[in-house]
């Protein structure tokens, strides 16, 4: 049964009509018009669809619409812009991480909340904490690198999220 849910997505309140049930993901994308978060499997195991939840990375796939009410979430557009990248979108860019792109959402949403918490990490815990998200393209050392190079220079959490 459709009912009127409000959650935060990247520091504002939208008000999205849907079953309490449904999948956060869905309303992102569908309702909110946010593409970041990417359908990779539906069942949690890719990271595709990862979006910080009052500072922990979460699977919006399986994540349910009324379990958000009265968080925060953060998605990729949250971060930064096109004109101005948060300087850990900067830094995958900088380390050409991206082949297809498909996974990048995931791995960066899950690298932002993981540098937030340990700003200082070993290339062992960096690999550790990307360890549940996929990368067909084999794009890993550069992935790697990227979280490396905002880790080093303290960017990563120089950026917080624009709306978060």
Known sequence: MSQPITINVNGKDHAVEADPDSMLLYALRDDLKLHGPKF?????????????????????????LASVEGTRITTLEGLGTLEKPHPLQ???????AVQCGYCINGMIMTAKAFL???????????????NDNLCRCGTHMRIVRAVERAAKTGQAQAGQAKGG
């Open 90 to 96: 900067q830094a995958f860019i900088d380390e050409q």
């Open 116 to 130: 937030d918490g340990n700003p200082q990490p070993t290339r062992d815990d960096i690999k550790q904490a990307l």
């Open 40 to 64: 990779g499997c539906g069942l949690s195991q890719c990271g595709a669809c990862t979006v910080i939840i009052d500072g922990a990375a979460t699977r919006s796939c399986v994540t349910p």
